[in-house]
Each structure stands twice: as C-alpha cells, then as structure tokens.
C-alpha cells in the first residue's frame, strides 16, 4: 500500500509542479490582474498596509498595561569598607573602626506592572496610527492605478512591435518581388539601373527597420514580464490583438464621466497628508499637558557570602511597593511653542497644497480627455490616410511596370505607404494609453 502511494505521488508531482507555474499566454485584462497580484511595486505595496496595521497595534497597546520582569545579580569583587566611630563598640574615642556592610553576593528578581493613566500624546498617537493606515491603503490604490497603466503600456507596445514586424515582413516580400522583376526586365535591356537601384536602397530600409524591430520585441516582451512580476526570459504570449483592442478602447461616455475631484486617489493622498499635519499640531499641543502613569511591582532578595542562590534554604525577602507618577510640563523657555507654531505652519502649507493639488487633478482630467479625444480623432484620420496612401502605392506600382513612371515616384509613394502604416499602429496605441491615461486620473478601473 505504502509502495503504492509513493509510486502515485511520483506520477502526480509532476503535474503538481505544473500547475503552480504562471501562465504563458495573456488577455490584457488577464494581464492586469496578474500584475495586481504578482508584481512586485503590488506586493510591496501590499506588505506597507500589513506594516501599517502592525504599526497601529503597537501603537495602542504602548497605552495598555505593560509587564517587565528583571533579574540582577551583584558579585563584589572587593567590598567597599565604612568607618565609623569606633566608640559606638566600645573603643577609644576619637578613633575610627572599619566595618564592611552587606555580602559580598546578592540577587534581586522583581516583576513591574506598568499602567498609563493619562498621556495626550498617546491619543494622538492612535489618530495618527489610523490615519498612516488610511494612507498606506490610498497609497496601494495608487500603486494598483499606476500598475495597471503600466501593464497597458507594456502589452501595447508588444502588440505594436508584433504588428510592426508583420507589416514589415509584408512589405518587404513585395519589395524583393518587385526588385526581381526590375532586375529581370534591366538585365534584359528594357529598363534602367537606377529602376534597380532605387527598389534597393527602399530594400535596404526596410530590412533594417525589420531587425531593429525583432530587437524592439524581445526588449518589450521584457519589459512585460518584469511588470507582471515574471522573469524577464519567461514565455509570455499575447492573447489579444491591437486592433481589436482599439475598438474596445475606444468609449465616449468616458468622456462624459462626472468629475468629482474629491474620490480621486491624488487628492485623497494629498488629504491625507493634511490630516497628518493637523494631528502634528495636536501633538505639539499636548505636550503641555500633565502625564499620569501607575505602577505596582513586587519581587525578592536574596543574600549571601557564597554563590548559594540555588539551595532549598537559602533565604529569600519579598517586598511590594505600589505608585503612581504625575509629570506636570511648567516651564520650556519656549521650546514647546515654538513646536507648536512650526507645526501650524507646516498645516497650513498642507492645506494650501491641497487647494493646488484640486486645482491640478481638475486640469489633469481635462488634459487627458483632450488626449484621449484627440487620440480616437487621430486614429480615424490614420486609417483614412493608409487607404490613400495603399492607393497611391497600387497606381504608382502598375504606372512604374506599365512604363509611364519612374521609379523614384514609386519610391516616395512606398515610403509614403510605410509611414502611414507606422502612424496607423502608433495611432491605435495611443487610442489604448490615453484611455489608460484618462482612467487614471478619474480613478476609474474598467475592464
């Protein structure tokens, strides 16, 4: 039974394994999601709010009832001697006799519990403690915000290199097409060498447009992985196409969306950082006030000549004592206005941020909705402009064969044909950033 149980588990483990391992192929929105789990600015981020939460634990239980317990062991390597009239035994007055006091070896074991009564600090301290929560968890928000945009960057510019190297490889199989027929028709006197010449240097661009390209590839498949947390050489694979993405990018009730500048991430942060400087001053000002603290401790004694602390009848003395402490601040030469007032000048600084961090987001949004606006604008003028250029090309290729055109005009309409293709693909792009773009600075997270 034994053996067979191990003989299974041998089988299994292999797919154990597997099914631990990311996947290879994403969706943008697959992509995204993984990146919110797996990348490491998330993690980390992730780990700031644990942090904080620790944070305001010990933050209320330094007000709870503490408990500290010491042991102290004394060895005299040489005892301090007294004197003391030696009349007091019956001496000589006017001498001085000399006595040693206590033993040479002693130990104390003491327990003190602890209890804070009053302490404005402390108070502050928990508002302060809640607050730093409040502003790690907005800080994560933020990260998850700037994690997801940049996942759409990464992915497009992947999508983009794919598409490019698609396009060029096209491209560049009409072009050796052509320049073996206009080689064909030189080498048999019915044409010029500049005909040949001029498909060549065209040739020549494109081949290397295409291996910078391929370059660009790998380069953002690495970019991708390192954003979605992955090892830079990991397989990923893309599930969606530019294209298509574009399509689903493209959403004018975003352009609508209400804008309430107060649920935006930014601002919160920046209100965050006000209600910090406001809780400064609170703390500034409590120091002024009296601290009251208690305390009840108890413990034992023990002493003697030789190490003996171990034995059954070594003698032990108990003692207890109960108190409390009242710590009145009364005089500071100033030290703790002069706190005070720095801290009200820091608040309202803060404040005055806030007011231009509200003014910012406002002209943020609107910036990114003109971007956005333009980038779909600009898209429609691209496809426009590739039809017309695909055109142009077409005429031009069956005027240059049929003998009626040159071949620099083919030339320049290739060229022009390459660069439409080019703007088409970064034009889709940019339709896919500005909406990431524009989502971000409303806060909005949609799939």
């Given at each position: 039974m034994r053996n067979t149980f191990y003989f299974l588990l041998l089988i299994l483990s292999p797919l154990l394994t597997f099914s631990q391992e990311p996947p290879t192929t994403f969706s943008l929105q697959e992509a995204i999601d993984f990146a919110l789990k797996n990348n490491r600015r998330a993690i980390n981020s992730q780990r700031d709010i644990e942090a904080a939460k620790a944070q305001k634990w010990e933050t209320t239980a330094s007000g709870l009832p503490q408990l500290n317990a010491a042991v102290d062991y004394q060895n005299f390597l040489k005892q301090q001697v007294q004197v003391i009239p030696a009349e007091f035994f019956g001496g000589t007055p006017g001498e001085f006799a000399e006595v040693i006091f206590g033993t040479k070896q002693n130990m104390n074991a003491t327990a003190t519990l602890s209890q804070q009564i009053f302490d404005g600090s402390y108070l502050v301290g928990l508002q302060s403690a809640?607050?730093?929560?409040?502003?790690?968890?907005?800080?994560?928000?933020?990260?998850?915000?700037?994690?997801?945009?940049?996942?759409?960057n990464a992915y497009g510019n992947v999508l983009l290199a794919e598409e490019t190297i698609q396009i060029l490889e096209r491209n560049l199989k009409v072009l050796e097409k052509n320049l073996n027929e206009t080689t064909k028709i030189f080498e048999n006197g019915l044409g010029e060498e500049e005909n040949v010449e001029q498909l060549q240097i065209t040739l020549s661009g494109v081949e290397s447009s295409l291996k910078n390209t391929?370059?660009?590839?790998?380069?953002?498949?690495?970019?991708?992985?390192?954003?979605?947390?992955?090892?830079?050489?990991?397989?990923?694979?893309?599930?969606?196409n530019l294209e298509r993405l574009t399509q689903e990018h493209i959403s004018l009730s975003l352009m609508e969306a209400e804008v309430n500048v107060q649920n935006t991430i930014d601002y919160q942060i920046?209100?965050?950082?006000?209600?910090?400087?406001?809780?400064?001053?609170?703390?500034?000002k409590s120091k002024a006030l009296p601290t009251l603290t208690s305390f009840i401790n108890g413990g034992y004694s023990a002493y003697t000549d030789d190490f003996s602390f171990a034995n059954k009848d070594q003698k032990w003395f108990g003692s207890s004592l109960f108190g409390v402490s009242l710590n009145i601040p009364i005089f500071s030469s100033g030290m703790r206005s002069a706190s005070t007032q720095r801290a009200q000048i820091n608040l309202e600084k803060a404040k005055t941020e806030l007011l231009e961090k509200e003014q910012n987001i406002q002209f943020?949004?609107?910036?990114?909705?003109?971007?956005y606006q333009f980038a779909i604008e600009d898209y429609d003028n691209k496809k426009q402009n590739l039809k017309l250029a695909e055109r142009i090309e077409a005429k031009n290729q069956t005027k240059f064969f049929e003998g009626i055109s040159s071949s620099f005009d083919l030339r320049q309409a290739q060229t022009q044909l390459y660069t439409a293709q080019q703007e088409l693909l970064q034009a889709m792009l940019d339709v896919i950033n500005a909406k990431a773009e524009l989502e971000t600075a409303l806060n909005v997270l949609t799939n």
């Open positions: 809640k607050v730093f929560l409040e502003i790690s968890q907005n800080a994560n928000t933020k990260t998850e915000l700037e994690v997801r945009k940049a996942v759409i391929r370059r660009m590839k790998t380069l953002a498949y690495q970019m991708l992985n390192m954003t979605l947390g992955l090892d830079i050489h990991w397989p990923t694979s893309l599930s969606d920046a209100e965050n950082d006000k209600v910090s400087k406001e809780l400064l001053v609170k703390l500034e943020e949004i609107a910036a990114a909705k003109s971007d």
